[in-house]
T-cell receptor, first 109, second 114 residues
Framework: KNEVEQSPQNLTAQEGEFITINCSYS?????LHWLQQHPGGGIVSLFM???GKKKHGRLIATINIQEKHSSLHITASHPRDSAVYIC???????????FGQGTRLTINP | GAGVSQSPSNKVTEKGKDVELRCDPI?????LYWYRQRLGQGLEFLIY????????KSGLPSDRFSAERTGESVSTLTIQRTQQEDSAVYLC????????????FGPGTRLTVT
């Protein structure tokens, strides 16, 4: 079993829909990261959080430390949101990131 | 300001040859990470540098892989006697501190071993 599990692996939705991507992890962590990887391969950091909730534009990330679970939400989705979204955790006491397998999101116009 | 840069952007090499990949982190970032992404797979941690501390090499897949960093600047990842399974995109990231800060990723080097 992977230390970081994401669901779903693939998600296709229509423009305007509310999107939720889930991430569960099995280790104690110091922080959780959400990353976005566009088709060209470039990776952008969206959020880094260790508790609670963060919001940036149409993106919202939440984390429940007790349940070892995080969600990434996209409101009013747009075709330009189409990308692979990656959850990664930083182990407690370690500095390296352990990555989920990613969720491929496709938003159709 | 300038982001993380990597060179070359693409590298094709013959099996058995050595390759060197370069990463220039964001100025002032003390932490530098190397990751690998094989085709269709997730990201894998390779090695991490933080300031003058000993690097965390726990992700290096074999002793053919090594990395160096000069102070808090440029890093090079060297793969000796390349194998076809080394084909991947090698990504570098930097952050201003460890763990608790977001990481800024470079565009990657696509390595193809023929």
């Amino acid at each position: 079993k992977n230390e970081v599990e994401q669901s779903p692996q693939n998600l296709t939705a229509q423009e305007g829909e509310f999107i939720t991507i889930n991430c569960s992890y099995s280790v104690g962590i110091s922080a959780l990261h959400w990353l976005q990887q566009h088709p060209g391969g470039g990776i952008v950091s969206l959020f880094m959080l260790s508790s609670g909730k963060k919001k940036h534009g149409r993106l919202i990330a939440t984390i429940n430390i007790q349940e070892k679970h995080s969600s990434l939400h996209i409101t009013a989705s747009h075709p330009r949101d189409s990308a692979v979204y990656i959850c990664a955790v930083a182990d407690q006491g370690a500095q390296k990131l352990v990555f989920g397998q990613g969720t491929r999101l496709t938003i159709n116009p | 300001g300038a982001g993380v840069s990597q060179s070359p952007s693409n590298k094709v090499t013959e099996k058995g040859k050595d390759v060197e990949l370069r990463c220039d982190p964001i100025s002032g970032h003390t932490a530098l990470y190397w990751y690998r992404q094989r085709l269709g797979q997730g990201l894998e941690f390779l090695i991490y540098f933080q300031g003058n501390s000993a690097p965390d090499k726990s992700g290096l897949p074999s002793d053919r892989f090594s990395a160096e960093r000069t102070g808090e600047s440029v890093s090079t990842l060297t793969i000796q006697r390349t194998q076809q399974e080394d084909s991947a995109v090698y990504l570098c990231a930097s952050s201003s501190r460890t763990g608790y800060n977001e990481q800024y990723f470079g565009p990657g080097t696509r390595l193809t071993v023929t």
